[in-house]
């Protein structure tokens, strides 16, 4: 039964094994994933040269201030390239580490405060905000990541929040700008609370004003290119929020709406569902949610006790696969199951191909985490293609396709399966392996 949890272990809570694996995680799977997150994870090596985002919002206001044509330019050329740098080292990452659940968690957290290059403008910094607002957290606080992310220049820009400023702030009497609501429309709807859960428009326009005048420092300020909290474009006065008034007290009194939310029981919902859902079922057991939001709510949103509570669950440990991996972990699941970190050119090309590039999530709610979404014909079709590609260029010696079958997928894999597979050419089975059905949920 160990080694069978361990295949679960690698392929639900991972990215799917690499060969030999399995046989270290099959003595204690729940054991092997814990320890990823109660140890310091270094940050892996394929990131520690990336530059940092408050680099790239400084090249990028100057671009804005020269002109739209040198801002254009600079979104096609260098900041492409920062994205590409960003893509590249993320999914390396997750092909060659040895703690894949806490690589899920990065990304699991990622989407969900989404940054995306979709938006041109924020095209250098969707990939910093990850690594800058929420890998740092993720086995921290939830409102400790709540903040990170709100403040960062990232998302600042990404939901125009860097420029908002109140009608009756000093910025907003000299006829600069006005109210953004993006960014606490999201944090209320996306972040924390959820949709429709116990606030409405004007709760939305206070927490907005609130929130003015957060935005960047300019290159003679303190922190040039980070958080900074301009007086000047702060709405004054009183505001409430959810009922709550929160006295004007600068940038303290946002910092402190963002804490009333991380502790709401709302937020404990929306967050423990969303876990159960990515990690578990499309339709998680309510059972599994109610235990992950009492233990959001008991450890104060305690995010390294939230996993533990996860994979502590026996409702978690359904013995089929069910979830249809996103096409972004399915070919890290490939090259996983090759060893293969080579040309992680050709994965970004087939994810292009596939609609579900790194940091490119179409809205602000992220990339679509139901079957529905990534289980079409053609879909089918572009993993199998990936997968007989993915085989044939792998730099490593072709292994045999039954070795590789019991090395990573097990008795997952169904013995008709294994029977169509026999007396096909090795290079075939392998791919056909690969993009069998077994393979491709988790």
Request: hydrophobic share 40%; net charge negative; glycine share 8%.
């Amino acid at each position: 039964m160990s080694r069978h949890e361990a295949f679960i272990a690698a392929h639900r809570f991972g990215f799917g094994p690499k060969p030999d694996e399995i046989d270290s995680i099959a003595s204690d799977p729940r054991g092997w994933l814990a320890e990823q997150v109660t140890r310091p994870q270094p940050v892996p090596a394929a990131m520690i040269d990336l530059p940092p985002v408050s680099e790239n919002v400084l090249d990028w206001w100057a671009a804005v201030t020269t002109s739209v044509a040198e801002l254009v330019k600079r979104i096609q050329g260098p900041y492409q390239r920062v994205w590409a740098r960003e893509a590249g080292s993320r999914l390396h990452a997750a092909i060659t580490t040895d703690s894949p659940f806490h690589e899920r968690l990065v990304w699991f957290w990622g989407d969900h405060f989404t940054v995306s290059g979709a938006k041109g403008v924020v095209i250098g910094m969707a990939g910093g905000h990850e690594r800058e607002a929420i890998r740092p957290h993720v086995a921290g606080r939830f409102a400790d990541m709540l903040r990170a992310s709100s403040e960062h220049p990232g998302m600042l820009f990404y939901l125009d929040n860097y420029r908002s400023s109140g009608a009756d702030s000093s910025a907003g009497y000299y006829g600069r700008r006005g109210v953004n609501e993006n960014l606490a429309r999201e944090i209320l709807e996306l972040h924390t609370l959820g949709v429709d859960q116990g606030y409405g428009q004007s709760d939305v326009q206070e927490f907005a004003r609130v929130l003015t005048g957060w935005t960047f420092a300019r290159s003679w300020q303190e922190n040039p290119g980070g958080f900074r909290f301009d007086a000047g474009m702060h709405a004054p006065g009183a505001k409430t929020v959810l009922g709550r008034s929160f006295a004007e007290n600068g940038v303290q009194e946002g910092r402190d709406v963002l804490m009333a939310l991380s502790r709401h029981p709302a937020t404990a919902r929306h967050m423990a569902f969303k876990l159960a859902r990515h990690f578990v079922a499309d339709r998680p057991p309510k059972a599994l949610v109610d235990k992950l939001q009492q233990r959001f709510l008991e450890t104060d949103g305690d995010l390294k006790e939230l996993a533990l509570a996860l994979i502590g669950a026996d409702e978690a440990w359904t013995p089929v696969l069910t979830k249809i991996k996103r096409p972004v972990e399915y070919t890290v699941a490939v090259r996983r199951a090759l060893d293969d970190a080579s040309n992680i050119a050709a994965v970004i090309e087939a994810l292009n191909s596939f609609g579900n590039l790194p940091f490119m999530a179409g809205s602000p709610a992220g990339w679509p985490d139901e079957e529905a979404a990534w289980l079409t014909p053609d879909a089918a079709v572009r993993r199998a293609r990936f997968a007989q590609a993915s085989v044939r260029d792998s730099f490593r010696e072709q292994p045999d396709w039954r070795e590789t079958a019991s090395q990573v997928l097990g008795d997952l894999l169904p013995d008709a399966d294994r029977t169509a597979l026999e007396g096909l050419p090795n290079e075939t089975a392998l791919a056909a392996l690969l993009a069998s059905p077994a393979f491709q949920r988790r």
